[in-house]
């Protein structure tokens, strides 16, 4: 796909640490509206791709570009969020002395929120979308309940709704399904086919049950380039894949 038709788009990104090539010539694009996995073993350089995407790391060489016109590269973190790229990172960070519905009422304000949340000075078209987060997160039924009473995965979802409360146009989501239950792994893999109804979605994920049940399209990172892409049958029945993962 060209560059000005995709959404996200690294084209031969290196990035090295100490002499260490963590990112070795990546070159990844993504859709409009695509969700996409992105797996590779330990060390294969996928919190790094991350890192770049979002600013926090600075490739050595290579393209970046979001929305086929705008040079990540040239931007940094508060930039890069400013432009509608959402990071959903592996813990969950959520206010836990806060209720649910509170939560996502301070999210949803951004960061002119805290006084008139402190008000609870919401509009109908406020809370109708906080009801819709709600709903999609799956916790209508824990709006009032703190958040510190929540279980790991449904701390998740809050977080994943805060995010969407800001509306952003790339959700990056790092291993969601960690630490979850089976029923959890299953509903989160359900959440994000919601989601990517209405959003663009990358998701790094180890758990292939929860790859298989997204049942989009996969990269598979290796020594910080590309080893393999295509649907997880694809990918798993390539020799090279199935040598890294089970280091034959
Ligand atoms: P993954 O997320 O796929 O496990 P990472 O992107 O975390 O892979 O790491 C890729 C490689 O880069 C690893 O070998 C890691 O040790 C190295 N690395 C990552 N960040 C740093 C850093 N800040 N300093 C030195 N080496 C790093």
Do not use: C
């Amino acid at each position: 796909m060209a560059r000005q038709s995709s959404l996200l788009y690294l084209d031969g990104v290196s990035v090295s640490f100490d002499g260490f090539r963590a990112l070795n010539g990546l070159s990844l694009v993504i859709a409009p509206g695509e969700m996409r996995a992105i797996i590779g073993p330990n060390g294969a350089g996928k919190t790094t791709m991350m890192d770049v995407i979002t600013g926090k790391t600075r490739p050595d060489a290579g393209e970046v570009y979001f929305g086929g016109e705008i040079d990540l590269t040239a931007r940094d973190e508060a930039d890069i969020a400013e432009l509608g790229i959402g990071r959903k990172f592996q813990k969950p960070t959520v206010f836990e002395s806060h209720t649910v519905w509170d939560n996502l009422e301070l999210a949803l304000k951004g960061p002119r929120g805290p006084f008139s949340t402190l008000f609870h000075v919401v509009s109908r078209a406020e809370r109708a979308r906080i009801e819709d987060l709600l709903a999609l997160i799956r916790l209508s039924a824990r709006r009032d309940d703190l958040a510190a009473n929540l279980s790991h995965g449904q701390k998740q979802w809050l977080e994943i709704g805060m995010l969407l409360a800001q509306d952003p146009k790339l959700l990056l989501v790092d291993e969601p399904a960690a630490g979850m239950t089976d029923a959890e792994t299953a509903e989160t893999a359900d959440l994000l086919k919601d989601i990517n109804r209405t959003h663009s979605v990358v998701v790094v994920e180890h758990d292939m049950t929860f790859v298989r049940a997204l049942g989009v399209k996969v990269t598979v990172l290796h020594e910080g380039a590309v080893l393999a892409e295509g649907s997880l049958d694809h990918v798993s029945a390539d020799e090279r894949v199935v040598e890294v993962y089970l280091g034959r």
